[in-house]
């Protein structure tokens, strides 16, 4: 794997399929073997994954255009954000994160928001992520960011009952 970014792209990707068609057999052990992965020696009972500081910076959608804030903590379930416009909880969004030439779009729902003290929110991944590889210009990101990463994206469950739970 090339990255944590890359693990939880996979992760997402296989447990989005899940809730789609049935795995196959390899699938199936790549989607456990991530989890795994992924959750670690975990030292709270609580979280089903430990949350892990990665300090990189986002891009999220939001009402009348795009808001920036950066990554406060990561698990294979949700990311922490720290940014002076949070959204409302239960909201949704799609969450940009370029890492080593490749752009990953993550569509999730907000659990929880702050606007006090150290603002930022919590997001629930919620849906099929999908993934770019970056153009060599700075300008063709925007592009696919725009348009092509957000035509494809599926988003999650919304029915009562099938909220997605965070770690």
Known sequence: MRNL???IFEFQLLRGKEQLVPLDDDERVRLYGLGQLLSGERSDAQRQMP???????????????????????????????????????GAR??????????????????CWSRKEHSTGMGLAF??????????????SSGIRWQA?????MKLGVTAQGNEPKVA
């Open 5 to 7: 970014f890359e693990m």
């Open 51 to 89: 949350r892990l500081p990665y300090p990189t910076g986002v891009q999220y959608t939001m009402p009348g255009g795009f808001g920036v804030g950066a990554v406060k903590n990561l698990s294979g379930l949700g990311v922490a954000i720290a940014t002076r416009k949070p959204l409302p909880v």
């Open 93 to 110: 969004t799609v969450v940009r994160v370029e890492e080593d030439g490749t752009e990953y779009f993550f569509p999730c729902r907000v």
């Open 126 to 139: 919620d849906g099929v992520p999908t993934r770019a590889t970056l153009f060599g210009d700075e300008d």
């Open 148 to 152: 092509m990463g957000l035509r494809s």
